[in-house]
């Protein structure tokens, strides 16, 4: 995990932003605040999360309450 952390940090500038992005947060954020905050589009956010970069990142399921 500490390479993977590395190689993050010297990544590409998404990549180092989404990493800041979620070291930060206080609660989870999906692909699309990721894409959102980044300025980046969401399919992009969401292939990066799918390659090696992703392995970094846990997912889970949405908690979305409607309130």
């Known amino acids: 995990m500490a390479d993977e952390l590395k190689r993050l940090l010297r990544g ?3 990549e180092q932003d989404t990493l800041g992005l979620v070291a930060v947060a206080t ?3 999906s692909t699309g ?6 300025r980046e589009p ?3 956010i969401s ?3 799918r390659t090696v970069t992703g392995r970094s990142f846990a997912t889970r399921a ?5 309130t």
């Not at 605040?33 to 980044?38: F, G, I, P, S, W």
């Not at 949405?62 to 409607?66: D, E, F, L, P, Y």
């Open 12 to 14: 590409t500038a998404t």
């Open 27 to 29: 609660g989870g954020l």
């Open 33 to 38: 605040d990721l894409a959102h905050l980044t």
């Open 42 to 44: 969401e399919w992009e």
């Open 47 to 49: 292939d990066r999360l």
């Open 62 to 66: 949405s908690q979305a309450t409607g």
